[in-house]
């Protein structure tokens, strides 16, 4: 079993920065995939960033240059900086991680809005 406990989400003015936090516990082994999701109202969820146990970084286009993920290993937390927020990242944010041995879990989510 892996727990997820998200933090960090909240109001910030267009062009504020906000960090996520979301931190694992329980059995973490092997090669895994910790990253953030996203769904905005009427929309599905997407790929907001997601990073490996191995460092390797993956982000959505919408969000290139602008945000930056990354973990620490030893505390099993994922974090997401967001800088330059724009009104189109409200959403409600999901950590999720998934292992090589089938484990998928996700986070209860987290709520972002960019407005003034």
């Known amino acids: 079993q892996v727990q997820l406990v998200e933090s960090g989400g909240g109001l910030v003015q267009p062009g504020g920065s906000l960090r996520l936090s979301c931190a694992a516990s329980?059995?973490?082994?092997?090669?895994?995939?910790m990253g953030w999701y996203r769904q905005a109202p009427g929309k599905e969820r997407e790929l907001v960033a997601d990073?490996?146990?191995?460092?390797?970084?993956n982000y959505a286009d919408s969000v290139k240059g602008r945000s930056t993920i990354s973990r620490d290993n030893a505390k099993n937390t994922v974090y997401l900086q967001m800088n330059s927020l724009k009104p189109e990242d409200t959403a409600v944010y999901y950590c999720?991680?998934?292992?090589?041995?089938?484990?998928?879990?996700w986070g209860k989510g987290t709520l972002v809005t960019v407005s003034s």
């Open positions: 999720n991680f998934r292992s090589v041995y089938g484990v998928n879990v």
């Open positions: 329980g059995s973490i082994f092997g090669t895994n995939v």
């Open positions: 990073i490996t146990s191995g460092g390797r970084l």
